[in-house]
């Protein structure tokens, strides 16, 4: 509630005039004579007096409601609003189109990657080991050292991935991050670095174990193929799913990754100070925080918004 005061200057204007309460009745025994008497007692200027008028006005103000996401217009549907003006119904319809060929060149660049990824994955992780037993020998340490660290770094790359985001990427690298947390102009934003930089380990791990033996390339080789896979399934939970950069088909009817996908909207939101900064373990931080009601809640919009699309 705003409540203005506003004080209006009012003039108005009063005369006092010859009355029996205020002055006497003219006697006999006067000492001066009725005329003097009544000119001296006879007030006919006006005077003006100032009467402060003080209006207080009581306006209702809405307060507008904190978007849950930076980027929300990415979830709003595409289609053109009936029955309104011309001119709005063109910008509407260019901000559909931009917004469709927007879509389109990341998603050109998600499928190019993710096969080039995939095949180069595969590749490498058949002739690494086909090369392994040309002796004749399986190297069955090695093979396991492999596998094993492959999955030890895809879930070690959660933990890494929540700390850099809380102690690194909203703090000292904010200037990068905050893209992320503006709606974007284009199919690409600044934050789409820090892929490129987590990719430079995993390919580094995977050169050296490709190319060389032992037990220790065949760990690194492992690293580095679960770095890779780590950031495949990011790239279409977080990019695709949840901010619907490009369609991700059936993973959308995934119980779980619906989930993680309305945690990682409340991190947006920051209803609870940034929380979850993890991705896949995000539903997990918000139990943490007391957060699985806003969570259901979110869960429960997201699922209309959804379906109204």
Not at 71 to 88: A, M, R
Not at 193 to 213: D, M
Not at 229 to 242: E, P, Q, S
């Amino acid at each position: 509630m705003a409540a203005g005061l506003t004080a209006a200057l009012t003039p108005k204007p009063f005369r006092l005039i010859q009355s029996s309460y205020i002055l006497p009745k003219p006697s006999s025994r006067c000492l001066f004579p009725p005329s003097t008497l009544s000119r001296s007692t006879t007030i006919s200027r006006a005077r003006r007096k100032i009467c402060f008028t003080v209006c207080v006005i009581m306006e209702n103000q809405k307060q507008s409601a904190q978007p849950e996401n930076s980027n929300s217009e990415e979830n709003l549907p595409l289609t053109i609003p009936q029955n309104v003006d011309p001119q709005i119904s063109q910008r509407v319809a260019e901000k559909i189109a931009r917004k469709r060929s927007e879509r389109f060149t990341y998603l050109v660049a998600a499928v190019m990657s993710s096969f080039g990824i995939t095949s180069m994955a595969v590749m490498a992780v058949y002739y690494r080991f086909y090369w392994q037993m040309e002796g004749g020998e399986v190297p069955l340490t090695e093979m396991f050292g492999t596998f094993a660290l492959s999955v030890g770094a895809a879930v070690g790359m959660e933990f890494w991935a929540r700390w850099a985001h809380k102690a690194l990427w909203h703090a000292s690298l904010w200037h990068m991050h905050e893209s992320h947390h503006r709606p974007r102009e284009g199919p690409f934003e600044l934050n789409d670095v820090f892929a490129i930089i987590n990719a430079v380990p995993a390919i580094a791990l995977l050169s050296y174990g490709f190319f060389h033996k032992g037990l220790v390339p065949g760990l690194c080789f492992g690293a580095g193929l679960g770095i890779t896979v780590f950031g495949m399934a990011y790239m279409f939970v977080h990019d695709g799913l949840v901010h619907k950069r490009f369609p991700v088909g059936p993973i959308a009817n995934v119980p779980y990754f619906t989930k993680v996908a309305a945690a990682h909207q409340l991190h947006h939101s920051e209803k609870f100070d940034g929380v979850p900064y993890g991705l896949f373990l995000g539903p997990k931080e918000l139990e943490e925080v007391g957060g699985l009601e806003e969570l259901d809640k979110q869960i429960t919009r997201r699922l209309k918004s959804s379906k109204e699309s």
